[in-house]
T-cell receptor, first 113, second 110 residues
Framework: NAGVTQTPKFQVLKTGQSMTLQCAQDMNHNSMYWYRQDPGMGLRLIYYSASEGTTDKGEVPNGYNVSRLNKREFSLRLESAAPSQTSVYFC????????????FGDGTRLSIL | RKEVEQDPGPFNVPEGATVAFNCTYSNSASQSFFWYRQDCRKEPKLLMSVYSSGNEDGRFTAQLNRASQYISLLIRDSKLSDSATYLCVVLGDNFNKFYFGSGTKLNVKP
């Protein structure tokens, strides 16, 4: 019962460093999402992928890139990390978007110094 | 204006109490609505979907009021284990863009 798996769970970076957050789901879902959660702000959508081979910007895409490597995997890359990107990042998937609920990974706690 | 707004609380209630949360949304074209529960430093988990006719799952009742653009969650006979943050989620008119409220914190006390 893995569901949605995110790696790493914690990471500390220096300003300007790059890194990739990994996400994989084993539920054969078509849609995948990346969110960030900041205190008092709720979850905000960074990017989403409605299906394999497609990606689209969400509410706060600046400073991020994504890759939908295959149906299972959706990665989020920070090319040049900034302190404003310190946050908790959640990956989610759903069967087909729309009225299908989302299933979330455990989150990645990222600090940029 | 935020897409989804919730009272952040906290709502502090005794065990056994009934408590209700509301959530308002700004896009009248929104099609799907959900309540999620999030425990401290954990991932959000689906509590229930919200249907036009309203729906009930045990002690939890969700309702949708399209005319006034709000959804509600009623929790009866509160348990200590209900203490969490409750997130209101609305699907925008883009089939894949979900908007999350910032959450309402519930503390159930013995």
């Amino acid at each position: 019962n893995a569901g949605v798996t995110q790696t790493p769970k914690f990471q500390v970076l220096k300003t300007g460093q790059s890194m990739t957050l990994q996400c994989a789901q084993d539920m054969n879902h078509n849609s995948m999402y990346w969110y960030r959660q900041d205190p008092g702000m709720g979850l905000r959508l960074i990017y989403y992928s409605a299906s394999e081979g497609t990606t689209d910007k969400g509410e706060v895409p600046n400073g991020y890139n994504v890759s939908r490597l295959n149906k299972r995997e959706f990665s989020l890359r920070l090319e040049s990390a900034a302190p404003s990107q310190t946050s908790v990042y959640f990956c989610a998937s759903s069967l087909d978007g729309g009225n299908q609920p989302q299933h979330f990974g455990d989150g990645t706690r990222l600090s940029i110094l | 204006r935020k897409e989804v707004e919730q009272d952040p609380g906290p709502f502090n209630v005794p065990e056994g109490a009934t408590v209700a949360f509301n959530c308002t949304y700004s896009n009248s074209a929104s099609q799907s609505f959900f309540w999620y529960r999030q425990d401290c430093r954990k991932e959000p988990k689906l509590l229930m979907s919200v249907y036009s006719s309203g729906n009930e799952d045990g002690r939890f009742t969700a309702q949708l009021n399209r005319a006034s653009q709000y959804i509600s969650l009623l929790i009866r006979d509160s348990k200590l284990s209900d203490s969490a943050t409750y997130l209101c989620v609305v699907l925008g008119d883009n089939f894949n863009k979900f908007y999350f409220g910032s959450g309402t914190k519930l503390n159930v006390k013995p």
